[in-house]
Structures are given as C-alpha cells and as structure tokens.
C-alpha cells in the first residue's frame, strides 16, 4: 500500500512539474497580438566550464529551426517601426530582435533571415568596440567572456540596412545601468544614442530598446 501512494505521489508531483511548466489550463493568446521573439547572439555554444553566457547563444542551426517553423506556419516578420506604423495588425505576426550587436547576428543569422525572408530589428550599443561594455550584473564587473566577442561593423551593419531586411534600433550608447544614472546621463543614454545613429547610417531610429 505505501508503495502505491508513492507512486500515486510521484504522478502527481510529476502532473504539478508539467503544469508549471506548459501552463496547459491557460487560455490560448489569440494570433491577432503579434510576438516579439527577442535575441542576442546566433552562435555555437561555448564549453560550460568556459561560459556563463550560452543562455545567450542560439545555435544557428536552432535559429534555423525556428525560422522554418515560422515560415511553415505561415507567421510573417515585421521591424518593430513597420509594426507600429500599421494601422491593422494581420494575424500571426510576429517581429524578430537581436540586442546589443553581435557580428554572428551579420555572419549566421542575417543570411538565414535572408533565406527564410525573415526582417528583424537590431539593436546597437553605440560604443560596442569598447572592451567595457558589458557588465557581470552578478559580480557587478566587466564581463570579459561578452566584451571579448566581436561585435558588427558599421559596414556590416549598411550592408544589412541596403537589403530592407535589417532596421537599426538603439540600445544606449554605453549599455550602462540606466536607473543609477542621473537625470542628464539617462537623456545622454537614449537620445544622444538615436541622433548618433541618424548620424552614422543616414537612416531614422524609431525604435529604442532597454
């Protein structure tokens, strides 16, 4: 008998995990709100013991996987900017962003976008070839497992704006910590950002990302 009631309870805790897990008794969202599908880096996996930001990482070949179930199921892509333009959402829409600037978002995720006819939103840190700017929030130091990958070009990133794949959004010039900062940083963080990629890419920044 004491047997029974331990498996009876190892379903139950079981039934409990997946419900957690899959929220299967919540309602479905309907297709008519679009999703935002939020990314940093299209690349291999480092070795564990080496990373403590594959979290990050989207093995292309993933990446690849979920752009054909997108395009298999009929979703279609927008920029955020095309998005919000819209005065009618279609349905199953969804808008693809990447963060920070990665060049395996140029090297691995660009050509596949290309390939699935996928558009996405970049968003730019402007000072991204500086070797501090990103930070270990745990340790609160400068990561150098995130500082030492490289980042995109500005010729890439023209390249990419050129297709009508890519728009470029911001994501601040230095990746600080807005709330520490003071009222004058935070307005140096967000808008002097949008003016320098107006500068650099001759192109509108409608979208900021934080």
């Known amino acids: 008998m004491n047997y029974i009631y331990f498996m009876l309870g190892i379903v139950f805790l079981a039934f409990v995990i997946f419900s957690f897990r899959f929220s299967w008794w ?3 969202i309907s297709y008519s709100y679009p999703r935002v599908l939020m990314y940093h880096m299209v690349s291999e996996h480092l070795e564990k013991d080496k990373s403590k930001f594959n ?4 093995k292309p070949e993933e990446f690849e996987k979920q752009l054909k179930w997108l395009k298999d199921n009929n979703w279609t892509s927008f920029t955020l900017s095309e998005l919000a333009s819209l005065k009618e959402i279609p349905l199953k829409s969804v808008v693809i962003t990447f963060d920070d600037g990665y060049e395996d978002n140029f090297k691995n995720a660009y050509p596949l976008l290309k390939k699935y006819g996928f558009k996405a939103t970049i968003y730019i840190v402007l000072n991204r070839f ?3 700017w990103a930070t270990d929030k745990d340790l609160n130091q400068a990561s150098s497992e995130l500082n030492s990958e490289k ?3 500005n010729e890439q990133i023209k390249e990419m704006l ?3 794949l890519i728009e470029i959004g911001s994501h601040t010039m230095t990746h600080d910590n807005l709330p520490t900062l003071d009222k004058e940083q935070k307005i ?4 002097n950002s949008k003016l ?3 500068k650099k890419f001759n192109r509108k920044c409608n979208s900021f990302c934080y």
Request: hydrophobic content about 25%; glycine content about 4%; aromatic content about 4%.
């Open 196 to 198: 320098e990629i107006e």
């Open 162 to 164: 050129y297709s009508g």
């Open 151 to 153: 980042m995109l070009s």
């Open 26 to 28: 919540r309602k479905d």
């Open 130 to 132: 500086n070797q501090d």
């Open 55 to 58: 979290r990050l990482r989207v």
């Open 188 to 191: 140096d963080e967000i808008r």
